[in-house]
């Protein structure tokens, strides 16, 4: 019945496209930056299917996934897309632009498919997937579903991102977006929150520099809010 | 003058704390789940800082930067985060809980600051960083703060969740929590959001059953909303 893995990804590549290892977390987060202008190389079919496998394996609360992603790539899809992001370059030259969505209603409709087959993998019990259901959805709706799905969405995002750094490529999150622009040019429901997007493929010119951050004790609070941070 | 990385990390351990190599970003996103209960083993020092290290180092909307992180490793202290995160026990067993905040003020105070130092550095020019301050502030201050801060803050999150994942411990990404309570526990200001709590130790039990994820044609859609994502 249940003997496999439901949507774990598979065939995932082992390596960067030119055989290199992936990059390990530490070497990415360090030297990524995000890419002004992207070279209109594709990104292989087997990377952007690894990306975004892994990006469905996210976590969300109670495993509701309140996400939904367009994957834009027909060049005049991406240049309509431009149009409606402020004209950014970077959305038209890039050979992929992922829109992410968070969906503030359609996890009431999919919570009872999502609670059955968790159980059904041992994930709780078949008998109190109903009392299971009732509490997720009053918890989740007592919450601001703006706030929720904007929180949640962040996650696959991420995921994504640093899914595609780890196979070697180039991203540019972005936030400046009209978003009733790109909910009408995309055909997006009502109920859905435009968050950002995810341009990915591979960098024309080098990094931009890096512009810093704050030193740790400046953003980081030890026990409680204003003790700065100090390693022991 | 400024020859030198600001802030970049430093001193980050090449390999798990056994001498394992860093978990693969493929490896970590497919295996990880999220922890009920933790063992009180401590997470070392400098993997702790290694982890803060790459948080910080994680992208936002102009460097901006509007997050904050609360660093709660007393007990007398997780215990108090455990009452107002409706007794979670594994607020007060994991060794570290990190309680990240979103910012919807300070990030105005601190623009000047974060501009000057990227163009001494070389991102823009010090003679128009009064005009890109203006751009960057306008711009964010557009958009619902609530929404801003919550994206944002789940990116450093998110890259913190993966950096104790790829030294090999065990997390809890949490939304459940008393927000009031927590402000008003953690001395923290009536500005800050506070969006998630990020529990990091060692897992007392083996991992929890997968539950599964939606398949990637049920939440990826190809060029335009409703048109399911087939892999070419």
Redesign the interface.
């Known amino acids: 019945m249940h003997d496999k893995?439901?949507?774990?990804?598979a065939n995932?590549p082992?390596t960067q496209p030119g055989g290199e290892p992936?990059?390990?977390?530490?070497q990415?987060?360090?030297e990524?930056r995000?890419t002004t202008n992207f070279l209109p190389d594709e990104v292989p079919?087997e990377i952007l299917?690894?990306i975004?496998?892994?990006g469905?394996?996210?976590?969300s609360?109670y495993?509701l996934?309140p996400?939904?992603?367009?994957?834009?790539?027909?060049e005049e899809?991406r240049q309509r897309l431009q149009t409606v992001a402020y004209n950014q370059p970077k959305v038209g030259q890039a050979p992929v632009v992922i829109i992410a969505?968070g969906m503030k209603e359609e996890w009431k409709e999919?919570a009872d498919e999502?609670f059955r087959?968790?159980a059904a993998?041992?994930?709780g019990s078949p008998d109190t997937v109903d009392q299971y259901k009732k509490g997720a959805i009053d918890?989740v709706s007592s919450?601001?579903q703006?706030?929720?799905v904007?929180?949640h969405t962040?996650?696959a995002?991420?995921?994504m991102m640093?899914?595609a750094e780890?196979y070697g490529f180039d991203t540019a999150?972005m936030?400046?977006f009209d978003a009733a622009g790109v909910k009408l040019e995309?055909?997006?429901?009502d109920e859905?929150e435009v968050?950002?997007l995810l341009a990915i493929g591979r960098a024309q010119e080098p990094d931009?520099?890096?512009?810093?951050?704050?030193?740790?004790e400046r953003?980081?609070?030890?026990?409680?809010?204003?003790e700065a941070?100090e390693?022991?």
Chains 1, 2 share one sequence.
Do not use: C, H
């Not at 893995?5 to 990804?9: A, E, G, M």
């Not at 992936?22 to 530490?26: A, E, V």
């Not at 953003?219 to 204003?226: L, T, V």
């Open positions: 893995p439901t949507n774990l990804p995932l082992a992936l990059k390990p977390f530490t990415m987060v360090v990524r995000a079919e299917n690894a975004l496998q892994l469905a394996q996210a976590p609360g495993n996934q996400w939904r992603f367009i994957v834009v790539r027909g899809n969505l999919t999502v087959e968790g993998r041992g994930a918890f919450m601001s703006d706030m929720w904007n929180r962040m996650i995002f991420t995921t640093y899914a780890a999150p936030e400046g995309f055909n997006i429901p859905a968050v950002a931009k520099v890096y512009p810093g951050r704050f030193p740790l953003i980081f609070f030890s026990e409680r809010y204003g941070w390693s022991k």
